[in-house]
């Protein structure tokens, strides 16, 4: 709302208030807000949720946190050699998986985000096979390759690939679509094609993104390849799942510990990439504003310009981005010879892949038709009380993880922090919460709120470091604080990003919620876990197609909401 000064015949200045127009946009997004309003509500009354209970039943959780340690890295047939190589194996599947998802994300994102698909059938198709890849739980891929090539490393590489891409050619697409289309303009106007606008353009724009989403992937799949092993797809998973059922609890520990440190080197290694390649950050702290990256101690120790020497000189910096496409072949190269994958047997296997694929169709919705239904409500509204729970939390600690806003030490104690609460299998802390707060929806809500936490806040944080530094200083040098300035100039350019990341983490925590009912957190996943072990694959196929059918839902809601935003 403006306020205007207008001149009255008798000369007399009045104030009027102008109130923008009524849009179909405006009341679409005001449907919106109260439609989520009235099923957060639902799905509050739904689950029953309150955290007086969770108080209730610490007791019990501490008493099996006890049982879990001292933690344990080794056993009597199973020695600290030994995991260390089945750590090494489950590094390579997601390092290999990650990679296959790269590949195959990047031209499905460019084909799938408006303003550089070719056109909208290609781009609806695109849609269609991303959201297709993340219906599809990578637990099911698993099993679709284990029963086509047999148990090992390789039908873990595909099935993270695969189900990566749902995740990857999403946020891929998304990020494109942001990109501003002022240098898109001035490129095509000076004559280039549509390759080259594209390539001098949108895909500087989009690089920093790029591979900051897949070193974002790679951590999930660190923890994914750990599920996958408890159903043959090879890594650490099998030991830890071996280790549970016969409740060696300090060897379970032992082993998410292991897992924790991995994950923790990883996001070290997503922050010096990504301060590589974002460029001049800045941090907070005390009053002033520094740049994140270390300047010349003496301002007079500047390189001369040469008009004789057409490149750059080769500063630190210039070294350090130019090594990084070096250091991902050596790392690619050695996952590919510690994962020994056979080829020939791939390439030799179509057949079998598509008899196993075939057993899941036609889908059988009879057969389990009042369990499937219950089972897919119970997964929804956990799903939509784990997001809004979590998303609340993960909104206000973003701003504490965000390297441009928080001090340099509460950046980096609550970016550890992050990283351990991702660290932790879901299934791991689903059987927390059912020993705390007993079987059913409840013990998924809490399950889902921890791991939204942790992996929605740090993927707000990552969409306020990305913020424009221009503004920032322009409205600094207007004399605003520091509150002001996050508030003017880091939080709307974000905003898109933020709501395309909450409604993305709301499909994948109904995803997670049909796993997290294996152990008891309510849900599908009990009838799915019941499926697969009767070899009941078209009841199977049936909760995928559901599924599937449910995320296109959310997807098309997500891309309505972004485009409104923007």
Not at 94 to 117: D, K, Q, W, Y
Not at 165 to 175: C, V
Not at 228 to 256: E, K, R, Y
Not at 477 to 486: L, N, R
């Amino acid at each position: 709302m403006t306020t205007t000064l207008t001149e009255t015949p008798a000369g007399a200045v009045t104030q009027q208030r102008v109130r923008p127009p009524i849009t179909r946009l405006g009341v679409g997004l005001g449907i919106l807000a109260v439609g989520a309003l009235v099923l957060i509500v639902v799905s509050w009354r739904a689950t029953g949720f309150g955290v007086g209970v969770l108080f209730s039943g610490l007791g019990e959780m501490w008493t099996f946190l006890r049982s879990t340690l001292p933690p344990h890295f080794s056993s009597a047939d199973y020695s600290l050699g030994h995991m260390l190589g089945d750590v090494a194996s489950t590094v390579s599947m997601a390092v290999l998986g990650t990679a296959l998802a790269m590949v195959l994300s990047i031209p499905l994102g460019f084909l799938a985000a408006r303003n550089t698909t070719p056109h909208p059938v290609v781009r609806a198709v695109a849609r269609t096979i991303v959201t297709a890849c993340r219906a599809v739980p990578d637990i099911i891929f698993a099993l679709i390759f284990r029963d086509a090539l047999g148990i090992g490393v390789l039908p873990g590489i595909l099935a993270l690939g695969l189900h990566s891409i749902g995740m990857l050619g999403r946020l891929y697409g998304d990020g494109i679509e942001q990109a501003p289309p002022g240098p898109r303009q001035a490129v095509m106007a000076s004559g280039a094609g549509r390759l080259q606008t594209i390539c001098a353009s949108t895909v500087p724009f989009a690089s920093p993104q790029i591979l900051s989403n897949a070193l974002y992937r790679l951590d999930i799949n660190l923890r994914s390849s750990v599920v996958l092993g408890f159903v043959g797809a090879g890594g650490i998973g099998f030991t830890l799942q071996a280790a549970m059922n016969t409740l060696q609890f300090q060897l379970a520990i032992g082993i998410v510990l292991v897992m924790t440190v991995l994950i923790l080197i990883m996001e070290l290694l997503s922050a010096l990439l990504r301060s590589a390649l974002i460029g001049n950050d800045t941090v907070r702290t005390g009053r002033r504003w520094i740049s994140f990256r270390k300047q010349s101690r003496s301002r007079g120790n500047t390189m001369p310009f040469d008009p004789g020497r057409v490149r750059p000189h080769w500063t630190g910096a210039r070294v350090g981005k130019a090594s990084i496409p070096y250091l991902v072949l050596v790392v690619l190269g050695l996952a590919w010879w510690d994962a020994q994958v056979p080829v020939s047997e791939l390439l030799s296997s179509p057949g079998a892949i598509a008899h196993a694929v075939t057993q899941y169709f036609p889908p059988d919705f009879t057969t389990a038709g009042s369990l499937l239904r219950q089972g897919m409500w119970q997964s929804f509204v956990t799903a939509v009380m784990g997001t809004f729970v979590g998303g609340l939390i993960a909104l206000v600690i973003s701003f504490f993880a965000a390297r441009n806003i928080a001090n340099s030490w509460v950046y980096r104690v609550v970016r550890v922090l992050l990283v351990i609460g991702r660290s932790i299998p879901e299934l791991i802390v689903a059987i927390m919460f059912v020993v705390a707060v007993g079987p059913g929806v409840l013990a998924g809500v809490f399950a889902l709120i921890v791991g939204t936490i942790a992996f929605l806040a740090k993927l707000m944080s990552d969409n306020l470091e990305e913020a424009n530094p221009g503004p920032r200083g322009a409205i600094r040098s207007t004399g605003a604080g520091a509150g002001q300035e996050v508030v003017a100039a880091v939080v709307p350019p974000a905003l898109p990003g933020i709501v395309g990341n909450l409604l993305y983490m709301l499909d994948v925590n109904f995803r997670a919620s049909a796993l997290l009912g294996i152990v008891g957190a309510g849900g599908i996943g009990f009838l799915l876990a019941q499926t697969v072990q009767t070899f009941d694959y078209r009841t199977t196929g049936a909760i995928v197609t559901t599924t599937f059918v449910i995320v296109l839902l959310i997807e098309q809601l997500s891309n309505w909401a972004r485009r409104a935003l923007n």
